[in-house]
Each structure stands twice: as C-alpha cells, then as structure tokens.
C-alpha cells in the first residue's frame, strides 16, 4: 500500500523560509519521480516543482526558481521542498505526489497523493 505524507507547513512572514516534507511508503525513490504541487483558494493545481528518479533531475516552476529547492533521501523515502524568500503569492496547500519514473507538470498523470500542507506566507 503507498502512502504520501506532508508536513512542514505554517505561518511564515514574507521573506521567510519554510521546508516541506514528503514522506512515501510503499515505493522506491529510485523508480518513483515525486513532484509537488500548490493550489491557491480559487485557483487551479498547479505544478511546483519535480524531482526525477536515477538521475536526479529537478524541475521547477518559473516562479519559484531561484528560491525553492527540491531534494531527496532515497534511504528515508522522503522528499523535501526548501522555501526560501517566500512571497505572499506562495500561499497555497501544497500536495505532494508520486509516479513511476517521470516527471510532468500535468496533476492527472500522478497516482499518489498527499492530504496537503497549508502554506501562509503573510505579515
């Protein structure tokens, strides 16, 4: 049975740092691509960041470059999301999800998910 656990979100100020994380059972890292999403009030999913399997390959919405940043522990099964410079538009539940293999920005195509993290990023 897989399972995709977040944790890891709250209250931050504009400029603070949060770090999320992914803890998964039940698969491998070395086969599952885990990506993480974010869904604003009144807004769409949208595709946050991903980070690919063997190799490692990250990928990231423009929005966030440069101030998040994805890893992983393939021991721990856990994927994490660090949250640097968070800006009030990054408020969102933040959903992380698993799938064979590859990465895609597309939410559909992902078979695990998560219950979601609430992110506040607010003075």
């Known amino acids: 049975q897989v399972q995709v656990v977040e944790s890891g979100g709250g209250l931050v100020q504009p400029g603070g740092s949060l770090r999320l994380s992914c803890a998964t059972s039940g698969v491998s890292l070395r086969y599952y691509a885990v990506a993480w999403f974010r869904q604003a009030p009144g807004g769409e999913r949208e595709g946050v960041s991903c980070?690919?399997?063997?190799?490692?390959?990250?990928y990231y919405v423009d929005s966030v470059k440069g101030r998040f940043t994805i890893s992983r522990d393939n021991a721990k099964r856990t994927v994490y999301l660090q949250m640097n410079n968070l800006k009030p538009g990054d408020t969102a539940v933040y959903y992380c999800?698993?799938?064979?293999?590859?990465?895609?920005?597309?939410?559909?195509?992902?078979?695990?998910w998560g219950q979601g993290t609430q992110v506040t990023v607010s003075s």
């Open positions: 980070i690919s399997t063997d190799d490692g390959i990250q």
């Open positions: 999800a698993t799938r064979y293999i590859e990465c895609s920005a597309r939410d559909y195509v992902f078979d695990y």
